[in-house]
């Protein structure tokens, strides 16, 4: 089972960058997809963006632009590119992996946007 190891949260101003990295402790042979959700306190955890093993990724309306899923040689690495980032992008950010027989999640990231 894999586990994931999450980093690159900080704090920024409106409109610069961040980039968050997650790996996991295997090789990711058993990973059919990995991606990003977000949680704000007071609300539901949302779900930002994802990438397939075929490279097919998703992502949700307010980031399309902005933010860039990635994987880097191997399948149990991702990364979130994030540009002309928002104050409401405000956020603790959670990396998952989802295998054939469980779900797997990060312990998250703080990523905060400063006015």
């Known amino acids: 089972q894999v586990q994931l190891a999450e980093s690159g949260g900080g704090v920024v101003q409106a409109g610069g960058s961040l980039e968050l990295s997650c790996v996991g402790s295997?090789?990711?042979?058993?990973?059919?997809?990995m991606g990003w959700y977000r949680q704000v306190p007071g609300k539901q955890r949302e779900f930002v963006a994802s990438i397939t093993t075929g490279g097919i990724t998703n992502y949700r309306d307010s980031v399309k632009g902005r933010f860039t899923i990635s994987r880097r040689g191997a399948k149990n690495t991702v990364f979130l590119q994030m540009d002309s980032l928002k104050p409401e992008d405000t956020a603790v950010y959670y990396c998952?992996?989802?295998?054939?027989?469980?779900?797997?999640w990060g312990q998250g990231t703080q990523v905060t946007v400063s006015s």
């Open positions: 295997t090789s990711g042979r058993s990973i059919t997809a």
């Open positions: 998952y992996a989802r295998e054939i027989t469980s779900n797997n």
